[in-house]
């Protein structure tokens, strides 16, 4: 050891000798809360960061392009109602024809 690192040890040895043998378990506890929650901040930065490149979706949302081709719900269920009709009386003149038969 060169004299530095026993200089260190001399100033650090009664500063731990203070210490209770009950408050280093708990020292040490917290501790591990401290990294954890450091932890927990530099997964969710990289979470971020991951999750930036892709989804579109929020502050940029101005800058996806809007398609042109808009649909009309009213012209849709118009067609919708013509081809359900449509659908009916083919099978109505069937069922009135099974009904005679019978």
């Not at 530099?42 to 940029?60: C, F, H, R, S």
């Not at 081709?69 to 449509?86: F, G, P, T, V």
């Amino acid at each position: 050891m060169t004299e530095d690192n026993k200089k260190e040890i001399k100033l650090l040895a009664p500063i731990t000798k203070n210490i209770p043998k009950d408050a280093k378990g708990k020292v040490d506890f917290f501790i591990e809360i401290v990294l954890i929650f450091i932890l927990g901040i530099l997964i969710g930065i990289a979470v971020k960061t991951e999750a930036i490149k892709k989804i579109t979706m929020g502050y940029n949302d101005y800058k996806i392009k809007v398609e042109t081709n808009h649909y009309s719900i009213n012209q849709l269920e118009k067609n919708l109602i013509k081809k359900q009709s449509a659908i009916e009386e083919d099978r109505a003149p069937a069922s009135l024809e099974n009904s005679k038969n019978e």
